[in-house]
């Protein structure tokens, strides 16, 4: 049985990922909480490792939000990612650990990439201006996997996964992603019986979003491929990068129509076009991910529609 560290398992991905592993009783979890454990702090970090020894780790631990939480605090978004990761790569090479799956985010890739996004597009154009800060602390995760592979013939992989949304969610008024942030406010109105709800933007811009329990389900099936399999993603001659999607997006005003149509609000729509929409378009090709056998399936619908259930039980009030 091999023992998995999963950094960060109280967020979206963390936890999806800790549910799909214990579903299959053939790894032994390692967790600590912030409190138990800073990744900050790299002698902390390095000392748990050594004295847990942990086969694999799955790296989901990160400071994230959306748009306005990345315009306001960049120098945040930027060091703190960066520390963690530098603590957690050093540490688990340390420590042998065998493999090492790392979190990224589809907002590595240049603004206006080909669509759709393909993994040899990394650094092939400028970054988007709104999230440049934590798209450059990501770079530096996927460069520091293929730097330790090519030194130190390690087994990290960097998973590139698209917009994501689901059971516990953060849906902080300000420092949310875009599927939690239309969740919360098209409740509220309801709620309200306000008559109408503001959507930043103009509601163009393409995004793709994938259920959070699915990407638990990929690093999962990922984790668990077999030696060769595993080794041919990481191996040093090239990029260990693979992206994690469901392959098809929606305009932002789609979007918000079904996560009105969840919520059962029958107000009005209205998007706020002084605000910025961000990159025009985001889907993510994962041919390479399906080829190996894995293909997402929840349907935005039923996602959103679970992940509705889900802030309802934790919003009482």
Known sequence: ?????????????????????????????????????????????????????????????????????????????????????????????????????????????????????????????????????????????????????????????????????????????????????????FHQAKMNRDSSVVVWGSGNPRREFMYSLDIGDAIAFLLGLPDSDFGALTAPDTAPLINVGVGEDATIRELAEVVRATVAYEGDLVFDTTKPDGTPRKLLDVTRLNTLGWKANTSLGAGLQATYEDFLRRHKT
Request: hydrophobic share 40%; glycine share 6%; aromatic share 10%.
């Open 1 to 185: 049985m091999k023992k998995v560290y999963v950094a960060g398992h109280r967020g979206l991905v963390g936890s999806a990922t800790v549910k799909a592993l214990a579903a299959l009783d053939s790894y032994e979890m390692i967790t600590r909480t912030h409190d138990e454990l800073d990744l900050s702090d790299r002698n902390a970090t390095r000392e748990f490792f050594v004295s847990q020894r942990p086969d694999y780790v799955v790296m989901c631990a990160a400071k994230v939000g959306g748009i306005l939480a990345n315009a306001s605090f960049p120098v945040d978004f930027l060091h703190a990612n960066l520390a963690i990761q530098v603590s957690v790569f050093d540490a688990a090479q340390a420590s042998g650990v065998e493999r090492m799956i790392f979190l990224g985010s589809s907002c590595i890739y240049p603004r206006d990439c080909p669509q759709p996004i393909r993994e040899s597009y990394l650094l092939s154009g400028p970054l988007e201006a709104t999230n440049r800060p934590y798209a450059l602390a990501k770079i530096a995760g996927i460069e520091s996997c293929w730097s330790f592979n090519r030194q130190y013939q390690t087994r990290y992989l960097a998973l590139m996964p698209t917009s994501l949304y689901g059971p516990g969610d953060n849906y902080h008024p300000e420092n949310s992603h875009v599927v939690p942030a239309l969740m919360r406010r």
